[in-house]
C-alpha cells in the first residue's frame, strides 16, 4: 500500500491487537487563514458524464425515495437513487402499503414484522422499467438499486429501463464473493460488459475499496449504512468508524489513480450522516459525496409520511435496522437540503450549511476542501468544540 502511514493500534489482550478508528463525530474541521464568500463556493461533484449541483446520493430507502420525490432530488441538484428490490417496483399503487405503516405507527414504530410482511410482495420487472422511465421523463438523472445477490436477475430490467447510473449496493460488498453453491457475481466481468456507469458498495476498508475500484466501478460506496436505526451492531458485531474507513477509501483511490495512470474513482460516504456538520466532515475527510437517507424523513414530501427504515430493516430472515416513530414535517425537501432553516440543529439547509463551512474555512470547491485540516479531540458535537 504505498503512501500508506503505519497502523495506530492497540493491544486489546496478549497477542491480540486492533486497529484505531474513528467516527465522524471524534474529528473537527479547523479553519484556515483565509476565509471566502459563500457566493464563491462551489458544492458541485461530477460521476462520469452526470453533474450534479450537490454532492447528495440518497439512500435507497422507500421511507424517502418514490419516483416523485426522485425527481425533486433531481430538480434540487442531487441524485436519488431508488430501490429495484422496493416498494415501488412490487406494488402498482404502494399509497395503501405506505397508510398501514402510518397507521401502525400512531404514536410509535411500525412493528418490523409488517415490513417483511409488505416486503413478501414479488418484485415486477415491468414495474422497474416503469418507475425509472417516470423519473427520466423529468429530465433528471435516474439511478437505481439493486442487491449484489439479486443482480443478475433484476439489473437486465433496470438498464433496458435506460437507467443512467447503476448502483449494487449490500451492507458489505466485496469484489470476490466465495460461494459453493451455484456462481457469484464478478463484478469485474459484470460491469466490464456495461455501458452504464456503477457505483457499488459498501467497503469498509482501504483494501475492498481498492479491489472495489479494480473492478471498474465509477465509484464506491464507503460504511454499512448505519444510522441511529442501524442495529448491524447488535445484531452482527459489526461497525464502521466513519471517518477511518472514508479516510482509508481516499487512500485507494490515489494509489488506483496512481496505479491507472489517472482514473479518477469517486468515494461516497453512507453511515450515520444525520446533520449538516456530519455532512462536511465526511467530505473533509475525504468523500466526494454523501448518501443520506433519515434526515430527508423530515421533508414534507417523504413518501413515508416522517417514518424512516432502512432497505435492510425489512430482511426477511435477519434484520439489521429498526423503524422509527413518525417526525413532523421540517419543511418542505428543499428547505431541508437548501433552506432556509428555522431551527440550529443541523438537520435542515444541509447542503447550504456545507457552503458556509467550506466559506468558513477559505475553500473554493469540494476538491480543495477534502485538503482541510482535522483534529481530533474536544467536545462533542453540541458543545463548545474547539
Known sequence: MSGM??????????NRFARRGYDLDEVSIVPSRRTRDVDDVSTAWQIDAFRFDLPLVTSPSDAVVSPATAIAVGQAGGLAVLNAEGLWTRYDDPVPVYRRLREAAGDGAP????LQEVYCEPVKPDLITARVKEIGAAGVTTAVRVSPQHTPQLAPAVLAAGVD????Q???VSAEHVTTSGDALNLKEFIADLDVPVIVGGAANYQTALHLMRTGAAGVVVGVGADSFSTSDAVM???VPLASAIADAAAARRDYLDETGGRYVHVVANGRIETSGAIARALACGADAVQIGEPLRAAAEAPGGGIWWDSVAAHPRLPRGGTS???????TLQQVLLGPAETADGRTNLFGALARTMAKTGYRDLKEFQRVDLVVGGESPGGQGL
Open 325 to 331: 416513530a413518525p417526525v413532523s414535517p421540517a419543511g
Open 170 to 172: 449490500g451492507t458489505i
Open 165 to 168: 447510473l447503476l448502483v449494487i
Open 5 to 14: 502511514p503505519a497502523r495506530d493500534t492497540v493491544e486489546i489482550g496478549l
Open 237 to 239: 458485531g459489526i461497525r
Open 111 to 114: 412493528p418490523v414484522a409488517l
